[in-house]
């Protein structure tokens, strides 16, 4: 069984940054793929980047593209998300999930969650 932890939330004033972090318990691959949700107010979970564990592919959501990288570490088994130049539009519960595969349909694992709050 697989368990997710994050840590890393808080609240920050726009063009600030914050680094989320998401240790994972139980036994990975390195064909999983370790990704970043969020759910901000009023609007859907949306992915928000994702990593195969291989370390071979990563994809990002246009709306972080160059403020945001995702990436991880095999020996601790934590995923981070570094995030810069946040924006109020940032925040929001930022959760990390596992999938088996990049073809995998779902994720099937997932964090508590973690609170980002950015003040303009």
């Known amino acids: 069984q697989v368990q997710l932890v994050e840590s890393g939330g808080g609240t920050v004033q726009a063009g600030g940054s914050l680094r989320l972090s998401c240790v994972i318990s139980g036994p990975t691959s390195p064909r999983n793929v370790m990704a970043w949700f969020r759910r901000t107010p009023g609007n859907e979970r949306e992915i928000v980047a994702a990593l195969e564990w291989s370390g071979e592919h990563s994809i990002y959501a246009n709306f972080v593209k160059g403020r945001f990288t995702i990436s991880g570490d095999n020996v601790k088994n934590t995923v981070f998300l570094q995030m810069y130049r946040l924006k109020p539009d940032d925040t929001g519960v930022y959760y990390c999930?596992?999938?088996?595969?990049?073809?995998?349909?779902?994720?099937?694992?997932w964090g508590q969650g973690t609170q980002v709050s950015v003040s303009s």
């Open positions: 999930a596992v999938a088996e595969h990049r073809g995998s349909p779902r994720y099937d694992y």
